[in-house]
């Protein structure tokens, strides 16, 4: 489908859908949002993207294969979970690390709960992708006429 008004469109939407998917990440630790949300967000942006120039065009865009995104997510996932194991803690319990900023009266609080949700957001993107990417191999000409 090479439709120039959704070529355009996409230019617009994909960095704004994308800023959002970060959005929704960094605000799932008190408010509804996550890791999965933003996955969700994320992969229909770049979904859309193929919609517009192709699966080959979303490859070169994506620049990482999806199953290396989908392992490294869950090797991010895991690791947030067995550093709170190494700490003598339980597993995926969440450890903070404050960080003094200059200028600042109060720290910067990192959580691990953060890395877990990105590794949720990879996985989920990964998932995603590889799934409209496998039926585009499989179907050709099925996303991109």
Known sequence: MQSLILQIATRLLVPILLVFSVFMLLRGHNLPGGGFVGGLVAASAFVLYALAV???????????????????GLALALGAGLLALGTGNSFLQSLWLKVPLPGLDDPLKLGSTLAFDIGVMFVVVGTVLLMVFSVEDRVPGLIDD
Do not use: F, M, Q, Y
């Open 54 to 72: 192709g699966v080959d065009g979303a490859r070169r865009v994506l620049r990482i294969e999806p199953r290396t995104l989908l392992g490294t």
